[in-house]
């Protein structure tokens, strides 16, 4: 029997999500409504760190209109890029990362008035986001602590659980999305170094940076031949690795011609002849495209359509949506849920719920 794949570890923990240390519902209750804490940000590697977010938005003038949807702002340089840094480049300890890189550089960004300007103010500063991506990320972000079930005494019922193909299948399906948009940039004439989609080296990267080792923890084959793809419309967009995440060169470098095996698989070449096959369809399908009259803008090149609806229809119901998030639950049905019989969230008004008024 082969060995047991590595348990993938998030970004913002120095351990698996297995081996993370469960919050009592009394503590955790008190961390959600105690507004002491809402200035801060908890990572699992138990150091909380002053979330730029919300210090930022307490001191801005609420008479200043807000971005549009679409518009660019500078945020702070997140926690997990400073960690890369510190644990791969310098194997530094969490707490030396935060007073050593972590600390000094959000302090000179507040000091620059960072958060929330335009780009165009502060053309040194690579760590931008649109405005309607960030209130987005900053919701979902908040809504976490309400629906992670390590909040909470006992794990709900509720987590949706994928198997290893479904696992694969996503990471297949987010991989062509990835292809998909950027097929649809370069056919714009905007994947170049001044495109008019500026976070461009830092969306690709994004995506890189989490996919590189997924072979190591079972997530492996066709589902992840996309990162090579990727690589090469980074390149080909002549994109700037100094203003992607660090450490982008060098994964850059390591996927370009990647192995979508883990290691232990590649013992009997099995993964190693399913990656030649693989670079030889592919190869055949960009001749293809190459002979080819120029691709329209109405094509798929990548079959985003055809993927995307056949993993929803085998998903069913469950594809998407508010299914599982419990803030938006009845509080029988959360009680019903849970495995103590009781609401996790009876402390918080209904009507907060409702209109995702999460520790604002």
């Given amino acids: 029997m082969p060995p047991a794949k590595r348990q993938k570890k998030t970004r913002n923990s120095d351990v698996s999500q297995a081996d993370s240390p469960k919050s009592g519902a009394d503590s955790s209750k008190t961390n959600m409504n105690d507004r002491e804490t809402l200035g801060e940000i908890s990572g699992n590697d138990g150091v909380n760190h002053q979330s730029p977010n919300q210090s930022e938005k307490d001191k801005s003038d609420d008479t200043k209109a807000d971005p549009k949807p679409h518009d660019y702002i500078c945020i702070h340089r997140p ?19 935060v007073d050593e890189i972590y600390q000094p550089g959000f302090d000179a960004e507040k000091k620059r008035g960072i958060f929330k300007a335009p780009p165009s103010e502060h053309k ?28 909470f005494d006992a794990y709900q019922r509720i987590a949706e659980n994928d198997d290893a193909d479904g696992s694969k299948e996503l990471t297949g399906l987010l991989g062509c999305a990835l292809l998909t948009a950027l097929s649809a940039i370069d056919q714009a004439g905007e994947l170049k170094p001044d495109s008019r989609f500026l976070d461009l080296a830092l969306v690709i990267s994004e995506y890189l940076d989490a996919s590189h080792d997924l072979p190591d923890y079972g997530i492996e084959g066709e589902c992840v031949a996309w990162r090579k793809e990727a690589v090469v419309l980074f390149k080909k967009g002549k994109l700037d690795p100094k203003k992607a995440l660090w450490g982008t060169a060098g994964l850059l470098k390591k996927l370009e011609s990647p192995s979508n095996w883990s290691t232990d698989e590649m013992d009997d070449n099995s993964g190693e002849e399913e990656d030649k096959e693989n670079q030889k369809t592919s190869s055949g399908k960009k001749r293809k495209r190459e002979t080819q009259s120029k691709v329209k803008e109405e094509k798929d090149p990548w079959q985003w359509d055809k993927k995307f609806k056949a993993c929803k229809k085998k998903a069913g119901k469950t594809f998407g949506g508010e299914k599982y998030d419990i803030t938006k639950f009845t509080r029988a049905e959360r009680a019903r849920e849970a495995f103590d019989g009781k609401d996790p969230l009876a402390d918080l008004p209904i009507q907060a719920l409702k209109d995702n008024l999460l520790d604002c």
């Fill in 79 to 97: 926690f997990f890029d400073a960690k890369n840094e510190g644990f791969r480049g310098k194997e530094m300890e969490t707490d030396d990362i």
């Fill in 124 to 151: 040194d500063h690579k760590w931008i986001m649109m405005w309607d991506a960030f209130l987005k990320d900053d919701l979902l972000g908040r809504k976490a602590k309400y629906c992670d079930p390590d909040n």
